[in-house]
């Protein structure tokens, strides 16, 4: 008997500094599923590109004398989720500022690529 496939999720992640109380939730949320054996992948666009700056990551917290959004960001990623972020155009990307957990920097184009495949997607 074979296994079933696991469900394919994208959670696209468009929250950023500006709204640091819902910056926890996707990656809680990724972690929570990929624990499921769930294949999680989280996009980071708009605001939420910011995120992927280890400064950034590293001092934003959801709530105060919580976690750091890092923190959320590990859990995710040592449950399994694949981090990508958009290339935004015209905006140069310094990639040694990044956090470690940045699988891929990828285009708008792949991200319309990955709603029409994935089984789920979420925007949070």
Do not use: N, W
Not at 80 to 91: I, K, N
């Amino acid at each position: 008997m074979s296994q079933p496939e696991a469900q394919r999720v994208l959670i696209i992640v468009s929250s950023g500094p500006s709204t640091p109380a819902r910056c926890a939730a996707p990656f809680y949320t990724a972690t929570l599923l990929a624990c499921m054996d769930a294949q999680v992948t989280l996009f980071l666009s708009g605001e939420g590109i910011r995120l992927a700056q280890q400064d950034v990551a590293d001092r934003l917290y959801a709530a105060e004398g919580g976690e750091p959004i890092s923190h959320f960001i590990q859990q995710a990623k040592e449950a399994g989720a694949r981090l990508l972020m958009c290339r935004a155009p015209g905006v140069p990307i310094d990639e040694s500022t990044l956090i470690a957990e940045v699988d891929e920097i990828a285009s708008g184009g792949e991200l319309a690529r990955m709603i029409l495949e994935y089984e789920r997607v979420l925007t949070l």
